[in-house]
């Protein structure tokens, strides 16, 4: 299948996903594809496409490349030191089953708990948050 075959099904299979994801809450996906003559197995292949493309959309656009070598692994990477005062004190987390602590940052009283599952742009909002806040 050459490029531009590929980008109209690529189109006209999102435009599918989405209607399929704006299903009402009670509806199944089996259900809504059965209702609307949609093959399951093409939009599953379909839906795997969308998101492969979405991750390396994704991983272009959070990962750029450096300008001296073009190479996205040559990138500078930096570390920032969060001051902590001593006489914080640390309030135990909230139970929060089923999620895996990977990472806990504490300034204050506040504190923050990372899963290796966290998207790159909500970890850059939430040290967006912490940088105004200090």
């Not at 939009?43 to 300008?67: C, F, G, H, N, V």
Request: aromatic share 6%; hydrophobic share 35%; proline share 4%.
């Amino acid at each position: 299948m050459d490029k531009s075959t590929h980008n109209v099904r690529m189109e006209h299979w999102k435009a599918i996903v989405q209607q399929c994801q704006a299903r009402p809450e009670r509806q199944t996906a089996s259900s809504w594809l059965a209702e609307n003559g949609v093959n399951d197995k093409q939009y599953y292949y379909w839906l795997r496409q969308i998101r492969r493309e979405a991750y390396e959309e994704m991983k272009t656009r959070s990962l750029p490349a450096d300008s001296n070598t073009g190479n996205p692994d040559s990138r500078e990477v930096t570390f920032a030191e969060i001051p902590v005062s001593r006489n914080a004190t640390c309030q135990p987390m909230a139970d929060l089953s089923g999620f895996h602590v990977d990472a806990v940052v504490r300034i204050g009283a506040a504190t923050i708990a990372v899963s290796n599952t966290a998207s790159a742009e909500l970890l850059g909002r939430i040290l967006d948050a912490v940088n105004h806040a200090c």
